[in-house]
Nanobody, 130 residues
Framework: QVQLVESGGGSVQSGGSLRLSCAAS????????MGWFRQAPGKQREGVAV???????YYADSVKGRFTISRGNVKGTLFLQMSSLSPEDTAMYYC????????????????????????WGQGTQVTVSS
């Protein structure tokens, strides 16, 4: 059974940085189809940064140039480096993995849709104060 565990969240001041980590166990679908999502209170879950099946990376417009998604050397390890954080980035951040991962890319819109992902971590809270 696949399990995802996030870490690295916390409270920072505006302009600060954080690095989130995700460790997967029991994950056998390949190393590309994972991503980071976030959900702020009262808002819909948003795909922040994801890998597509061909290795392409898609970012939400609001984080481009500030966030960087990367994979670790260990299969199923995922990171999200966040810099120039603002209060608008305050949310619960989730690591997610697709149940089916083909090398055929889905494209940005579908790859960033939460409905493509079957496995979710418990989330890690990021709070940015002004």
């Amino acid at each position: 059974q696949v399990q995802l565990v996030e870490s690295g969240g916390g409270s920072v001041q505006s302009g600060g940085s954080l690095r989130l980590s995700c460790a997967a166990s029991g994950y056998n679908y390949g190393r590309y189809c994972m991503g980071w999502f976030r959900q702020a209170p009262g808002k819909q879950r948003e795909g922040v940064a994801v890998f597509d099946g061909d290795g392409s990376i898609y970012y939400a417009d609001s984080v481009k140039g500030r966030f960087t998604i990367s994979r670790g050397n260990v299969k199923g390890t995922l990171f999200l480096q966040m810099s120039s954080l603002s209060p608008e980035d305050t949310a619960m951040y989730y690591c997610a993995a697709r149940g089916i991962c083909s090398v055929q890319p889905l494209g940005a819109a579908r790859a960033r849709s939460e409905y493509q992902y079957r496995v979710w971590g418990q989330g890690t809270q990021v709070t940015v104060s002004s």
